[in-house]
């Protein structure tokens, strides 16, 4: 056996590893979208999000002691956290939060498929990741999102025509997570739980005075179900899932890790389905099928492809 085989082995396990993390990634924020639309009907967004950031900071933020590693002194890193936080958590979870008051959870989550359509646009227009792109990914992109568009359904109703602005605001959220992991990249040198820490804890700072000033949190009085869906949505679809997701960052990319857009994409309606009674469309077996092949296309490494530039 020659020397090259062993290696190969060990990088199809290690890629193995990082799409089933990719796969467990997209699990957890799929089921977001129904965690929320739960705490949704007795917390307001903003009060909902400002919880969610900051207990997930101060696990965070634990976490990173427990391992010995100290947050960052430098004030240009902490400038960067924010821009980070704003990008990956503060912005998109409220614009997400606020249109589940008007769309159905499983609509959301297939609007906030289309990161890697933005990461694209934005590679092609600015050159970055511009010597990896080549003709499987552009492909891989547009049957993710035609899988995308027969998941939604031609006929979707309701929300579609009724909500433009949610809508709007969800597709806004994605434009932050195909941002998001593009910025991220500057934070290589860090390790992934204190950029989490760190970016968590800038949007604490940005949501906590926001919530008390709109929406007086302390004059609420959300169910015992609501707060258990705001602190999944912190341990596990945020402290847990940005530990993940600046792992992959480094390993898969920006374009590889906003694939999993799609399969969250699919999670949601399926959970959205299976727990809020969301209604279901043949369309939804289809198009999963397309966005499993798009992701698979995206996130595979290139080989011998003819790349573009």
Known sequence: MSMQAPQAISERTALSLEVGLLVL????????????????????????????????????ICAAITQEHPLPRQRSVWAALLVQGLLQSALPFTLISWGETQIPSGLAGVLNA???????????????????MNARKIIGVALGLAGVILTIGIDASGG??????????VLGASLCYALAPIWGQRFSSLPAIVTAAGAMS???????PMAATVERP???APTAQAIAAVIALAVICTALAMVIYF????????????????????????LGIAWLDEGFRWSVLTGMSLIVIGVIAVTLPARHEKQIG
């Open 25 to 60: 990634l997209s699990l957890i924020w799929g089921s977001s979208f129904t965690l929320i639309k739960v705490a949704l009907a007795t917390a307001p967004p903003f009060t909902m999000v400002a919880a969610r950031v900051t207990l997930a900071a101060i696990l965070l």
């Open 114 to 132: 289309t990161p890697p359509l933005f990461v694209l646009m934005i590679a092609l227009m600015t050159g970055r990741e511009r010597r990896t």
């Open 160 to 169: 579609t025509r009724s909500a433009p602005l949610a809508q709007v605001a």
């Open 202 to 208: 800038c949007a604490a700072i940005l949501m906590l």
């Open 218 to 220: 302390w004059t609420l």
């Open 247 to 270: 792992r992959l960052i480094r390993t898969l990319g920006p374009l590889g890790t906003t694939s999993g857009s799609y399969l969250r994409a699919g999670f949601a309606v399926a």
